[in-house]
């Protein structure tokens, strides 16, 4: 069984501090970043690939060319996606109908 000392809570909490000091906020100077647009567009774009691709795998399946396994596992991920990109659309949606309701 361990024991609990206050030079070693200390000792952990300094180590945590130290930690959390490294990682701040400040903008990262090897990575420039992307715009929000950008950052969308690839998200939307990358949506779409998921369910091009259950698309495709569903084809090769009626072809008899593809696995059951493999049919399943892409159509859920592209149930999963599409889900995901509805929940955003309506948060988005929920927040500018928010915001247009704000007084002037």
């Known amino acids: 069984m ?3 000392s206050v030079a070693n809570a200390a ?3 300094a180590r ?3 930690k959390m000091s490294d990682t701040g906020m400040e903008p990262r100077a090897a990575d420039p970043g992307k715009s929000f647009s950008q950052f969308v567009g690839e998200t939307l774009s990358d949506a779409m690939n998921t369910g091009k691709q259950a698309e495709n795998i569903s084809a090769q399946a009626i072809a008899g060319k593809a696995d059951l396994t ?3 596992t892409a159509v859920t991920n592209a149930e999963i996606t599409l889900q ?3 929940a955003i ?3 988005a949606v929920a927040a500018y109908q928010e915001i247009a309701r704000m007084p002037i």
């Open 70 to 72: 493999d049919v399943v």
């Open 11 to 13: 000792a952990a909490y």
């Open 16 to 18: 945590n501090a130290q």
């Open 84 to 86: 995901t990109v509805v």
């Open 2 to 4: 361990s024991t609990f």
């Open 89 to 91: 659309r309506d948060k």
